[in-house]
């Protein structure tokens, strides 16, 4: 029985069809996307993946889209802390401050002479970046390589501690360079992200994670009212012969940590090692109280998702409940789960879906499906599909690289951004439509082409490629405004009436849209 429990935690970790926007646009590998909106600013969205560049290691790029999803700026590929680095894990947040962050990991994936999880920060709303700051080093924890699966959030309740960012990680998957115990790790900065303390366990004594569990992943929340909760998983049988997940709680910044046990029982978590397997905790803006945290689980013969929550603060959750509303027992395989809540308590899952493969193996065709459960219910809605079609298997899925995806709901719209490889290559899709009425489907967006503007920076006009003239040119304000809009004349736009700042000039062109950003003086 021993055994058993341990193998179950040692592998624990639209109506009608809409056309999904393609986003990345990379022709070798773009994966594990992320995106934030503006709360400022429903029609900003901020988009950030792994993706290819020449001549380099995997790195991490981001997009900007000003009108809501339909059209993106050119992706920014952020450079590496050592040339032979390659880097992961993106996430991005806004804090109350209208700031926006981006965490990710960069590290020499061969030989793990470097690490660390870094954080960049943009006031332009993502077109530029700040250099690089660290948040945790491999340094910080000798034999441990603590630097791995990096989730940020950020606190935006205006308290006492609103701005504080926390950045939980794990231990790298290496057995020949990591020993036992493991470890889920915080770091906490509590001056908007200019320095980060010496990082610190999640875990104590009698709520350890344990020698069991090589990839103690924690996934971190901060409620409404700024407390701060990430939940762990953990099987240690001085402790508990059950496995647990365990919920660690701070009102104190990290400082003081504490801990409860959420669950414990068989019935988390999934032995399949090909399936994306990553469970997520949430916090609901209108109900400081209300925390959901979701999972994948193999009890009905399959990968499933489920959840549970809590409305007390975590003293007290729920039975599981499962999401997904296929047959039960079908021994079709889901994955690859997100979910958001709504400011007013909507909520919204995503993932990818098997049903309609021929067989029950990880290699079955997929499709991206949703369902939500509205604020005045206590069960979900029936589940839909959203991306637009049903992808094949392709080898690419089986490996790191596609291991989340990640959805946003706002006023009750939804926004889920995936990669998958129906092009041949694995790309970024986006889709956004209304949770309820499940319409707003959008079409796939022209090929991104940059164009030099000069000279930049100016005060008088601007100069465009030649074969521009007689297209419409709109110019934004970083904060999305159209601000101008009108034919291209000749090669020069007069910007003379602009205020001074930094602006984002786009084309379209036939199939192309011809995009770049410039700054007048």
């Known amino acids: 029985m021993s055994k058993i429990l341990c193998n179950i935690f040692l592998l624990l970790s639209l109506a009608a069809y809409s ?13 594990e996307p992320y995106l934030v909106i503006n709360p400022q600013n429903q029609q900003h969205l901020v988009a950030a993946w792994m993706g290819f560049q020449i001549n380099q290691k995997i790195c991490i790029k981001s997009a900007v889209s000003m009108d809501g999803g339909n059209n ?26 209208g700031a ?40 910080d924890c000798p034999t441990k390589l603590c630097v791995d699966r990096p989730w940020m959030v950020i606190d935006k309740s205006g308290g006492i501690h609103d701005g504080t960012i926390y950045v939980s990680s794990m231990n790298a998957k290496q057995p020949t360079l990591i020993s036992p ?71 104190t910044q990290g400082l003081a940590i504490n801990h409860s046990t959420a669950y414990q029982g068989l019935n988390f978590g999934v032995q399949n090692d090909l399936l994306k397997r990553g469970s997520l905790l949430k916090a609901d803006p209108s109900n400081s109280s209300h925390l959901a945290y979701f999972f994948l689980s193999e009890i009905n013969d399959g990968a499933d998702v ?6 007390d603060a975590g003293i007290t959750w729920t039975t599981m409940q ?76 089986t490996n790191s690289g596609n291991d989340f995806m990640h959805t946003c709901l706002m006023n009750d719209t939804a926004y889920a951004v995936w990669g998958d490889v129906r092009t041949g290559t694995l790309k970024i899709y986006l ?16 090929t991104d082409q940059s164009i030099q503007i000069i000279p930049n920076p100016s005060n ?57 950003t410039f700054i007048k003086e």
């Not at 962050?101 to 020499?108: A, E, G, L, N, S």
């Open 19 to 31: 056309q999904n926007t393609l986003v990345s646009g990379g022709n070798i590998f773009e994966g």
């Open 72 to 97: 993106w700026s050119s992706p920014i590929a952020q450079n590496h802390e050592e040339a032979t680095n390659s880097s992961a894990d993106v996430s991005l947040a806004f804090n109350s401050a």
């Open 100 to 139: 926006l962050f981006m965490c990710y990991i960069d590290y020499d994936n061969e030989l793990f002479t470097n690490g660390q999880i870094i954080i960049r920060k943009s006031v332009d709303g993502g077109f530029n970046w700040s250099n690089s700051i660290e948040v945790i080093n491999i340094t």
């Open 181 to 251: 115990p493991y470890f889920p790790y915080l770091s906490v900065s509590k001056n908007a992200g200019l320095s980060f303390e010496t990082p610190r366990y999640l875990d104590t004594i009698n709520f350890l994670a344990g020698s069991v569990i090589p990839q103690v992943m924690a996934s971190p929340a901060v409620s409404a009212d700024g407390t701060f909760y990430a939940v762990y998983p953990s099987y240690e049988t001085s402790q508990s012969v059950l496995p647990r997940y365990l919920l660690a709680k701070s009102n």
């Open 306 to 311: 489920y959840f549970t929550e809590t409305t």
């Open 322 to 397: 499962r999401i997904n509303q296929d047959p039960i027992a079908n021994g079709k395989l889901q994955d690859l789960l997100w979910a958001d809540f709504d400011v007013d308590g909507d909520l919204l899952v995503c993932w990818r879906d098997r049903r309609n493969g021929i067989g029950t193996s990880y290699a079955e065709s997929t499709e991206i499906y949703a369902a939500v459960r509205p604020k005045d219910s206590l069960n979900f809605n029936i589940d839909y599909p959203i991306s637009s079609q049903q992808i094949q298997h392709d080898q690419v899925l």
């Open 431 to 446: 889709n956004k439509w209304n949770i309820f009425s499940q319409v707003g489907s959008i079409s796939e967006i022209p």
């Open 460 to 516: 008088l006009t601007i100069q465009i490629p030649a074969n521009l003239i007689g297209e419409t040119y709109t110019i934004f304000s970083l904060t999305g405004s159209a601000i101008i809009k009108k034919e291209v004349v000749d090669e020069f736009i007069d910007i003379s009436a602009l205020a001074k700042g930094s602006y984002f000039l786009q084309i379209i062109k036939d199939a192309n849209c011809f995009k770049s």
